[in-house]
């Protein structure tokens, strides 16, 4: 897994790291990795380094001295370099030191904008991680003559560095260079950040237990339930789904469907749509009602099924059955209308829920907020259960703390059923027996890479990504350490 830290972690690991390391030496590391990457992106817009003409914008403290060393090491290479600085009585003195000597420009804000949008390549360095809130006006003003691509140090100036809120005037990236580990916006707010670099300064050792998590493809692969030889359909786990209804069939097709592709066992389907789950899914064992379904071990439940009496009572007697339970849709709005019904279940029968913003509003009785990472947790722990948090960025949230992001690639999953398709995945890998919390992140994992196969650039239906499914399942197992 990928570890995530909170800016305050990583400000304590470096004062830990500075103390024994010469004066220096990490931030020439640091402004090394950034040029590195400034050169890349220069050669890959413009085809050459040398000649080319780069601006940095440059504020007070470290952060800036970043960018003027990392402007000193391009001078070297042949590039046209220009600092903007904008506290010009608080720039970093070394590295404004070694700007100079290495034959760099340096200009004033107010003589700034025909630099800036002469430039093939701006690179930010205004504010560091101890920033907070919307840029200041002077900088903001900057932001109207960008015309190249920018590489953000650290992190896009003007976004916030824990939550990723953008709250006013931000640098928006093409591109991020980062040390030591990656913090909480890189996954809060791709958009802003682009593509992320991890530079390594040696911070590892001094980090500690990561704040957050995001599963890879290996992780994935690893979690993934695969039938084994002395499986049949039953040892490899029996999903239930409760969804759909006279009105809404399309819900228990698709939840359905999702799990049946994502093993091998088998699917119980129990409702009113069961003609039509079986029309799409003949391999499903399909009934009309949860008290005729059979045998399961895990439910998934919602989708479809509406929030009157019949919902309701369809939720009570899965989460009686003692299995685990991912409650979706129209059962988390029954939840937040009547919290109690929640102590139908045993206490150690685990439950997941996966509401998007306005659903997480009615549950908890406000919005998810700026810190949509707070909000999760403290939901998890409210209802004893692992909160999915749909989002751009997904958060998922256990009980005890553990949180981990999935960063979709791209907005592909914006699409109506798209949220019963994910419910059908995890209801599959919890009967597969995989851990709540994880069955919940390697699900949001497949289903974002399902969507972008899907979509191959243009928008697509949740049907659609149903039908991605094996493809993407196909190439995170191929990714699988254990298999030869």
Known sequence: MQGIWTTDRIRAAEERLLAVTPEGALM??????????????????????????VTLLVGAGNNGGDALWAGAFLRRRGAGVTAVLLKPDRAHPAGLAAFRRAGGRIVSV????????????????????????????D???????????????DLPSGVDPDTGVVSGPAIQAAR????????????????????VDLVDIGLGPELGEPDLRRLDAVDVAAAWPVPRS????????????????????????????????????????????ADAVRARWPEVVATGSVTDAGRVQAWVV???????HEGREVLRHVLEAGVPVCADADATTIIAKSPEILDARDPDTPVVLTPHAGEFARLTGHEPGED??????????????VLLLKGHSTVVAAPDG???????DGSWLATAGSGDVLSGLIGALLAGGLDPWLAAGAAAYVHSLAAGRAARGTPVSASGIVDALPDAIRAVRSLDPTRG
């Open 28 to 53: 020439h590391r640091a402004a090394f990795g950034v040029s590195v990457r400034a050169a890349e992106m220069l050669a890959e817009h413009t085809g050459a380094v040398s000649g080319r003409r």
């Open 110 to 137: 107010k003589d700034s904008p025909q630099w800036i949008e002469r430039a093939d390549l701006v690179i930010d360095g205004i504010v560091g991680l101890s920033a907070r809130g919307p840029l200041r006006a």
């Open 139 to 153: 900088a903001a003003e900057l932001l109207e003559h960008l015309a190249a691509p920018v590489l953000a140090v």
């Open 176 to 195: 991020t260079v980062t040390f030591g580990a990656r913090k909480p916006v890189h996954v809060l707010n791709p958009e802003r950040c682009g593509p």
């Open 230 to 273: 002395t499986d049949d359909k039953y040892s490899q786990g029996v999903a239930g789904i409760a969804a759909g209804s006279a009105t809404y069939p399309g819900a228990a097709v698709l939840a359905t469907g999702s799990a049946v592709l994502a093993t091998s066992g088998l699917v119980r389907y129990a409702g009113p749509a």
């Open 302 to 308: 919602g989708p479809g099924i509406g929030t009157g």
């Open 372 to 385: 949509r990472v707070a909000a999760a947790r403290e939901a998890a722990r409210r209802f004893d259960a």
């Open 402 to 408: 553990r949180t981990l992001v999935n960063v979709p």
